[in-house]
């Protein structure tokens, strides 16, 4: 018998699916659909008072969301995924469909078996630059978090990364992007724990307060954006 959580899970997802028609020959919002149902992670508490100097940045491409960490603000196991590129200054890391993201796999029955659980990767991205020059600004948003949140995010993305026996990050290389590494993932993927369910739960274990079930990128922008320009509008008060 499924939960009443994961029920009201399933009605957001409806709902949110509901503002997405279909149009006829169009097999996109379909695959979107498959692709990103509601997330099912627990949430975390906020862990503290916002630290000036300390950023989260998500990046929004249409429908993935990524994580991004300051170079200086992640811990020393973070930045040992990154030491055969030169001074890097953001980390980005994100979670996904191994056979999509790694193998290149853009195959219709790839994106449909999607649904059920399937190999998963974590991306890592070193920008020598800031993610606005990447991505664009308007698919930034900037969050202030707490040392505590920090820490809990770095241990996060530790945790979501499938290591050997001896600890060692198990690297399934660079993939078809140029600059980009891929590392097994812990968790598999799945339709309730997708690109956007991660960024959620990685967020929530940096202490910022968005609700689970993220369904689309959009769903994590639109909560993240009042959440930056609350941080902004207080630090000009101070």
């Known amino acids: 018998m499924q939960s009443y959580a994961y029920e009201q899970r399933r009605s957001a997802a409806r709902s949110n699916l509901s503002r997405f028609p279909l149009q006829h020959g169009d097999m996109r919002p379909a695959w979107l659909a498959l692709l990103l149902l509601a997330g099912c992670a627990t949430p975390l508490p906020p862990p503290g008072p916002v630290a000036t100097g300390l950023v989260v940045t998500i990046d929004d491409n249409g429908w993935h969301t990524d994580i991004c960490l300051r170079a200086e603000d992640a811990d020393p196991w973070l930045i040992g995924l990154a030491r055969d590129f030169d001074n890097p200054r953001f980390l980005c890391f994100g979670f996904g469909l191994q056979r999509f993201m790694v193998e290149h796999d853009h195959s219709l029955f790839t994106v449909l078996s999607a649904a059920l659980p399937s190999r998963a990767a974590i991306a890592m991205t070193p920008l020598p630059a800031t993610p606005e020059a990447m991505f664009g600004a308007d698919n930034v948003v900037h969050l202030g978090i707490s040392r505590t ?90």
């Open 149 to 238: 949140g920090a820490n809990g995010l770095a241990a996060f993305i530790r945790a979501s990364i499938r290591a050997d026996a001896d600890g060692t990050p198990k690297n399934l290389g660079d993939g078809p992007a140029p600059g980009r590494i891929f590392y097994a993932a812990a968790a598999s993927y799945d339709g309730l724990n997708t690109c956007n369910t991660w960024t959620g739960t990685a967020l929530r274990s940096a202490g910022i307060p968005v609700e689970d079930g993220a369904l689309f990128a959009s769903d994590v922008m639109r909560q993240v954006r009042p959440i930056a320009a609350a941080q902004a509008n207080d630090a000009a008060k101070k």
